[in-house]
């Protein structure tokens, strides 16, 4: 069982280039998210697609643009790298939102440094 | 709003000696509550959840109780082992957001 897949799984870029990271998921989930993990601050949510076709900000968007492209995938693209978007990024997915008691999914992440 | 508060950590035990690892929150509504595990390298994975209050779920030998009353959800284990060295996240479910702690880094020594 795959589950979510993210891609690339490393990716080294320098000031203002432009990237996309890849996410999909082959368990016909409705929701998917997009975290960063920084040390010491836990994750926080950049962007979310509660359901295919919606897109909303989360806590930290700046900087970000998301594209839900289907149901499997969603991806997140950096349009002009900035070295404060050094970070680990890791894709989810869950069944559905709203007040549901399932758990997120999460991707193995994509570790990003920005020079 | 809402919120998850866990103790700071790194926390170092010895194997086989027992775990706490504290968790409050701060929500509307009824969320579900979650402990997850990140090991080095990986995503993060599900540990246990319990969806309403005085629910215990339980994985693995760990467990957590929903304390509506005390708004927590501490993690414990009442005999780690190393391979149980890791980062220990937990988290709340409100409307279509997951909010998570900061993170507990566990680390059992032999």
């Known amino acids: 069982n795959a589950g979510v897949t993210q891609t690339p799984k490393f990716q080294v870029l320098k000031t203002g280039q432009s990237m996309t990271l890849q996410c999909a998921q082959d368990?016909?989930?409705?929701?998917m998210y997009w975290y960063r993990q920084d040390p010491g601050m836990g994750l926080r949510l950049i962007y979310y697609?509660?359901?295919?076709?919606?897109?909303d900000k989360g806590e930290v968007p700046n900087g970000y643009n998301v594209s839900r492209l289907n149901k499997r995938e969603f991806s997140l693209r950096l349009e002009s790298a900035a070295p404060s978007q050094t970070s680990v990024y890791f894709c989810?997915?869950?069944?559905?939102?709203?007040?549901?008691?399932?758990?997120?999914?999460f991707g193995d992440g994509t570790r990003l440094s920005i020079l | 709003g809402n919120s998850v508060t866990q103790m700071e950590g790194p926390v170092t035990l010895s194997e086989e000696a027992f775990l706490t690892i504290n968790c409050t929150y701060t929500?509307?509504?009824?969320?579900?509550l979650f402990w997850y595990v990140q090991y080095p390298g990986e995503g993060l994975q599900l540990l246990l959840k319990?969806?309403?209050?005085?629910d215990k779920g339980s994985n693995k030998g760990f467990e957590a109780t929903y304390r509506k009353e005390t708004t927590s959800f501490h993690l414990e284990k009442g005999s780690v082992q190393v391979s149980d060295s890791a980062v220990y996240f937990c988290?709340?479910?409100?409307?279509?957001?997951?909010?998570f702690g900061t993170g507990t880094s566990l680390t059992v020594i032999p």
């Open positions: 319990a969806t309403k209050a005085d």
């Open positions: 989810a997915s869950r069944p559905e939102g709203g007040y549901s008691n399932q758990p997120q999914h």
């Open positions: 697609s509660a359901s295919e076709g919606t897109t």
């Open positions: 368990m016909n989930h409705n929701s």
């Open positions: 929500a509307t509504g009824y969320p579900s």
């Open positions: 988290a709340l479910s409100a409307r279509n957001q997951f909010y």
